[in-house]
């Protein structure tokens, strides 16, 4: 598979909100580094990781742009409360090895009301 169409199937399941669907899309040791936050190692811990964002908060991934180049897919994306971020996927094998994510964490944590950090 491409990564610009795993990227879309991606899209779909995120969209779903299905953790365990989503970390079917990761090679055992892949890395998900969105650059907010510390990366996270494992498709186990992955899928934990997509489980407590959904039950979190409500998330929407709106496709703005989706390129490829090679074995990279570069997602330029919205949400319905105005954040926007992108995603680079390197994908080897029809499975995601490493993600890496940018994004406004300040601004998602207060578009959904969350905590916010403590110095």
């Not at 908060?57 to 949400?79: P, Q, R, S």
């Not at 992108?86 to 944590?109: A, E, N, P």
Request: glycine residues 6%.
């Amino acid at each position: 598979m491409r990564p610009k169409e795993l990227t879309q199937q991606w899209v779909a399941l995120f969209n779903q909100g299905n953790a365990e669907a989503l970390a079917e899309l990761y090679h055992d040791d892949a890395i998900n580094h969105q650059v907010a936050n510390e990366p996270v190692v494992g498709k186990a811990a992955i899928k934990e990781m997509f489980a407590q964002e959904f039950a979190t908060a409500d998330m929407t991934c709106i496709v703005e742009h989706l390129f490829e180049d090679g074995d990279w897919a570069i997602l330029e994306w919205k949400d319905p409360l105005g954040l926007r971020g992108c995603g680079f996927f390197h994908v080897l094998d029809d499975k995601i090895k490493l993600q890496r994510g940018y994004w406004d964490k300040l601004s998602f944590l207060r578009m959904h009301g969350l905590p916010l950090p403590i110095a």
